[in-house]
Nanobody
Framework: HVQLVESGGGSVQAGGSLKLSCLVSGHFLSKSCGLVGWWRQSPGKDREKVVSIDRDGSISYEDHDKGRFTISQDTAENTLGLHMSSLKPVDTAMYYC????????????????WGQGTQVTVS
């Protein structure tokens, strides 16, 4: 059973940093059987991808986040992290951890599992 629980959100001034964490249950990370990522949704906007890390370790960042956001993964602790620096007011959003479990083949593009989100507010 896969569950994702985010933490670490909060309020920060522009230019500041935050580290988000996602506790991933299901033990598929240690088996290299999944893709995990971070998404965000601002009020009135569609949910958008921030960054993902695939089962082979390949990382995909959205262009507007490159250089400011860094994803990390600890397969032993089953945690996913997102370090955000040089934060801007436009980064204000609910941030979600998402995952798809698969052990072979390529990623389908669909995330089956989502956390409840953690709010990040930049002023």
């Amino acid at each position: 059973h896969v569950q994702l629980v985010e933490s670490g959100g909060g309020s920060v001034q522009a230019g500041g940093s935050l580290k988000l964490s996602c506790l991933v249950s299901g033990h598929f990370l240690s088996k290299s059987c999944g893709l995990v990522g971070w998404w965000r949704q601002s009020p009135g906007k569609d949910r958008e991808k921030v960054v993902s890390i695939d089962r082979d370790g390949s990382i995909s960042y959205e262009d507007h986040d490159k250089g400011r956001f860094t994803i990390s993964q600890d397969t032993a602790e089953n945690t996913l992290g997102l370090h955000m620096s040089s934060l801007k007011p436009v980064d204000t959003a609910m941030y979600y951890c998402a995952a798809q479990v698969y052990c072979s083949g390529g990623f389908s593009g669909a995330y089956a599992y989502w956390g409840q989100g953690t709010q990040v507010t930049v002023s």
